[in-house]
């Protein structure tokens, strides 16, 4: 059990360093260098549309048709929910190539979604979102010129509202990158 589970630990330490170098590499060639990452350029320049509609159901949905993609918002919810929505589905079209419908249901609904946040897929479309709306360069960067040891609620929220995040997204990417302390 433990040789697997230090398996397991290793595998997703890779995949997450792997990660970082996907979505830098991507980055360069979608000519973000700004922040907050600006998703219109990015989804105009992959040629993938996006459509918002209101739904009681869904944040979102990807469907892929050849090379090129629709991506479905729910524009009822916040800002910064669908930013993360469309991040996450550029996640199911960059590294989930072999299906191409991905329905994405509401936190609300937690019938549907905690069954569908468990799978894997899932997990790396939300760690791509993550990735591409605050990429570790950029992060690590503002972090270090705040020249201190922890940060602040206050300064999360300024980190936020800087790379158009949810405060919790911000929060726990942080957490996830070991940035919360010793820079
Ligand atoms: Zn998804």
Known sequence: MKFNDKNMALKYKKYNENLEQVVEKLHQELGVNSIPV??????????????????EEFSGLLLRKNDTAM???????SQVRQRFTIAHELGHFFLHKTKDTFVDYRDNKINNSSEF??????????????????????????????AKLE?????????????????????????????????
């Not at 320049?45 to 996006?50: A, D, P, S």
């Not at 894997?120 to 709306?133: G, I, P, R, S, V």
Request: glycine letters at 6%.
């Open 71 to 77: 991506i479905g918002v729910n524009n009822e919810e």
């Open 117 to 146: 946040v468990r799978t894997d897929a899932e997990k790396q479309a939300n760690m791509f979102a993550a990735t591409f709306l605050m990429p570790k360069g950029y992060l690590i960067s503002d972090i270090k010129k705040m």
């Open 151 to 183: 940060i602040s609620e206050l300064e999360i929220g300024k980190l936020a509202k800087k790379y158009d995040v949810s405060r919790d997204a911000m929060n726990y990417r942080i957490l996830n990158l070991g940035l919360s302390k010793g820079i």
């Open 38 to 55: 600006n998703l219109e350029i990015v989804t105009e320049k992959l040629g993938i549309r996006v459509k918002t509609a209101p739904s």
